[in-house]
């Protein structure tokens, strides 16, 4: 099992910054991918940035392009996404995701942390 715990969320007005933190522990070595997915009130939930452990091309929602970025601190199994520019459309739970290795196994979910922008 993976367990990860988020944090970083908040409200913060329209251009501001916010930086989320997901730590991971448990077997870590079960997983092939880690990055952050969001659902907005009432919207299905979608992917925000995810990249591959073992290195390759992170992919990004086109939304987020060029104002979000992920990265990793592999010494302490931490995941960060920095977000500038914040609008009030990036308000939602964002979710700390680890995609399992084994196809058609169970991947792994943070409970999620409240992003709120405010125009």
């Known amino acids: 099992q993976v367990q990860l715990v988020e944090s970083g969320g908040g409200l913060v007005q329209a251009g501001g910054s916010l930086r989320l933190s997901c730590a991971a522990s448990?077997?870590?070595?079960?997983?092939?991918?880690m990055g952050w997915y969001r659902q907005a009130p009432g919207k299905q939930r979608e992917l925000v940035a995810l990249f591959p452990i073992d290195g390759g091309s992170t992919n990004y929602a086109d939304s987020v392009k060029g104002r979000f970025t992920i990265s990793r601190d592999h010494a302490k199994n931490t995941v960060y996404l920095q977000m500038n520019s914040l609008k009030p459309e990036d308000t939602a739970v964002y979710y700390c995701h680890a995609r399992n290795k084994i196809a058609y196994a169970t991947d792994y979910w943070g409970k999620g942390t409240l992003v709120t922008v405010s125009s």
């Open positions: 448990g077997s870590i070595f079960m997983i092939d991918a």
